[in-house]
């Protein structure tokens, strides 16, 4: 067991909302990869002294071309359109079909955990070879859907993650993936939640905003799944 806390890289980060939340459950995060100058912006005012890369392709070589920490978790979004029933449903035939690029950051950096986070239409398409995958790398993964509303939002945004890990067989995190299903959707909103206006005024620079924000994963359930995480590595 590694001492000190769990250091995470994110990949497709977006604007954090995956690092916030396991930086609330006490992961320590210790690079980002993003390709959106506006959320790369975003997570620098937030994480002004983790590094930032700009291309999932090439981050592998950009983390060990210099003295970097080890990284104990690779979480990441991988891009949703290709999986996403709204679109053009193309799959793994999706030029925005990433994972590959996330699978060779994973084999290159070898981390004990990894954390993949995707829309509901993943089931049915690109799931099964993320799973094969991971398991041709050597870990054990397991996946589950998590709602925000179980996490306390007032809305459900369903969400399908994925944990791996390379511990002992036996000991992996994922059978308790899935929280309970007595949390339901509460009216209101979180302290925390943005109020988007929805009127004309302003609104050319709003749109990065809006569209960082529908993006971005609920740090809530972020901040569940970091506690699985450490849960696991404590022997909890």
């Not at 397991?142 to 944990?163: N, Y």
Request: charged fraction near 25%.
């Amino acid at each position: 067991m590694n001492a000190g806390p769990l250091n995470v890289l994110e990949l497709f980060a977006g604007i954090g909302g995956l690092s916030l939340g396991l930086q609330r459950a006490g992961l320590r995060i210790v690079g980002h990869v993003e390709i959106n100058p506006f959320c790369r912006a975003v997570l620098h005012k937030h994480w002004p002294e983790v590094p930032c890369h700009d291309d999932v392709r090439t981050a592998a070589a950009w983390w060990r071309s210099t003295d970097r920490p080890r990284v104990d978790v690779v979480a990441g979004g991988y891009p949703c359109q290709p999986e996403s029933t709204a679109g053009k449903r193309r799959g793994t035939d999706d030029d925005r079909w990433l994972w590959p690029d996330m699978a060779r950051v994973i084999h290159a950096i070898r981390p004990r955990y990894v954390v993949g986070e995707n829309v509901m239409g993943h089931r049915t398409r690109g799931l099964r070879f993320v799973l094969r995958d991971l398991q041709r790398l050597g870990y054990t993964a397991s996946a589950g859907i998590i709602r925000a509303c179980e996490m306390g939002a007032p809305h459900p945004r369903p969400r399908l993650l994925v944990l791996a890990h390379t511990d002992r067989p036996g000991r992996h995190p994922g059978s308790g993936l899935e929280p309970p299903r007595t949390a339901t959707t509460r009216t209101g909103r979180w302290a925390d939640e943005p109020r988007l206006a929805r009127m004309a005024h302003g609104l050319p620079g709003a749109v990065d905003r809006r569209r960082a924000l529908g993006n971005a994963v609920v740090p809530h359930v972020a901040e569940f799944v970091g506690r699985i995480i450490l849960n696991h590595h404590t022997g909890r």
